[in-house]
C-alpha cells in the first residue's frame, strides 16, 4: 500500500457518491478524466471506482455511523 492508495480510494468514493455509477455517465467520466489528468489517470480511476463499488457496503455502513 501507497500514500496514494488511499487518496485514490477516496476520489473513487465520491465520484459514486456524486452518482457516476451507470455506463453512460463513466464514459463522460472517463473522457473529462482524460483530458485533464491522461489516459492511463482515468483509467487508474475506473479501476477504483470498480474496486469501491463492489466493497460500498462497507464505507457506506461506515458513513451512515
Known sequence: MTTE?????CE???????????PMD?????ARIAAKRG?????QLISDMRVQWARRSEWMEAASD
Open 26 to 30: 463513466i464514459k463522460s467520466l472517463r
Open 12 to 22: 473513487a468514493r465520491q465520484w459514486l457518491r456524486l452518482g457516476y455509477n451507470n
Open 5 to 9: 492508495d488511499p487518496r485514490r480510494a
Open 39 to 43: 489516459d492511463r489517470a482515468a483509467e
